[in-house]
């Protein structure tokens, strides 16, 4: 008999964080219009973001251990109430003298309970699916996370501009707490791990097996991993520092070319999740390979167009559509990759090998957009200089990796 999709468990988890993700999207929207409208420095909130990501980094493989060896529903219902009083917390202290302080912490605690969201909720999905539902369910999750991200910026701005900050971070308590509600009737089998050990010890354990079995007893795991990180590496490295420098510096565009561009991505990422749903069963593990050279392939005609003797409206709406194909593809081969990782891990050890691609993932994109930073700066005259070989790279890339993926698709 086949599984249906949609148990109430996994209902229960998608409006969960259907929610979740809004109040997270409207509440950093909020912040970050609050902290440029009162110091004016974007560079003030850029060094807020980028300490508040250490925690995640750091943290995130405990996450997973946290994840193994506890109620999982408990844990995503602990969390999210957790946000909740946090923000509650951070609204009653913000007094103006002290806000940039206030929304500092918050953020950190943000990071830091998110660091234990993350894995634990990637770790749900194969408890609560199986067979290709587990790929269609993390397609649905990316398409809820990319529909929040391209509905919460507008409506985030319009009660900001409306109303101010603290009723934004009072709408997110509101999700938080709604998430967690939602949470509460999840039903997960959980079986305690009975443990004599000290915590040291257990954490050395943990880490030790997971790791033993990742490098030893599934190494097609780690390929997996390096080339969903390596494919990171361009893309975003691409997108996040290339599309603004081109639409704004190199092309001369003013803001609201770029707010189409950004929004056309978030469609685009809509798109390649409902395509990867759509594609589970079909798509074969085999082509994956195909799928990662195709990457490369929407890459080259973004070069492509510098060299044409066309004006800047032609080449924005090149860069536009190669860039959104991009998006659409990396977002397939993501949840693949991803679904394919759950897949091969037990139940046991599936916490902490998602907390492994969380934070690798989370490491190489800002290693991407520091290397694509210096490379568009050193060839802003010649942006096909960076654009033709990385699509060039890619496809490379993708082409050497058919025996692994035909490999892979024979043990399944």
Do not use: W
């Amino acid at each position: 008999m086949t599984q249906k999709l949609f148990t109430k468990n996994f209902t229960l988890l998608i409006l969960g964080q259907a929610t979740s993700l809004f109040g997270n999207f409207i509440l950093k929207l909020a912040l970050s219009m609050y902290v440029l409208d009162v110091t004016g420095s974007a560079t003030i909130f850029a060094g807020i973001l980028s300490i508040a990501t250490i925690p995640t980094i750091l943290l995130s493989p405990f996450g997973g251990i946290l994840s193994d060896r506890s109620n999982r529903r408990n844990i995503m219902v602990v969390l999210d109430t957790l946000s909740g009083i946090s923000v509650l917390c951070a609204v009653l202290l913000l007094s103006g003298r002290n806000d940039l302080t206030v929304i500092s912490v918050l953020l950190v605690i943000l990071s830091v309970l998110g660091a234990f969201e993350t894995p634990n909720v990637q770790a749900c999905i194969p408890t609560m699916l199986t067979g290709d539902n587990i790929t269609k369910g993390n397609a649905v999750v990316n398409q809820v996370a990319s529909l929040s991200y391209l509905v919460a910026p507008m409506l985030g701005s319009i009660l900001y501009s409306v109303f101010g900050l603290k009723p934004v971070m009072y709408a997110s308590i509101v999700c938080f707490f709604i998430t967690a509600l939602f949470e509460c009737f999840i039903k997960l089998s959980y079986e305690h791990l009975t443990n004599n050990q000290n915590v040291f010890s257990m954490i050395n354990q943990d880490i030790t097996s997971s790791v033993r079995f990742i490098f030893r007893e599934q190494p097609d795991i780690v390929k997996m991993l390096l080339l969903a990180s390596i494919s990171r590496f361009f893309v975003m490295g691409i997108t996040i520092v290339g599309l603004p420098y081109i639409v704004r510096t190199i092309l001369g565009l003013n803001a609201k070319f770029y707010g189409a561009a950004e929004s056309s991505l978030a469609i685009a990422t809509i798109l390649g999740s409902i395509a990867a749903g759509l594609l589970t069963g079909k798509l074969k593990t085999g082509k994956l390979s195909l799928l990662l050279a195709s990457l490369g392939v929407f890459i080259i005609p973004a070069g492509i167009a510098f060299l044409l003797p066309i004006n800047a409206i032609a080449v924005y709406v090149v860069n536009v559509i190669s860039f959104c194909g991009m998006q659409i593809i990396v977002s397939i081969f993501s949840i693949f990759a991803v679904s394919l990782i759950q897949q091969k891990t037990p139940n046991h050890l599936i916490g902490k090998v998602m907390a492994y691609t969380s934070t690798i993932t989370l490491c190489i994109q800002p290693i991407g957009q520091i290397v694509y930073g210096f490379l568009f700066d050193g060839f802003s005259g010649t942006i096909y200089y960076v654009l033709i070989p990385t699509g060039m790279i890619v496809c490379a890339i993708g082409l050497l990796t058919t025996g692994f993926f035909r490999d892979m698709e024979k043990e399944q």
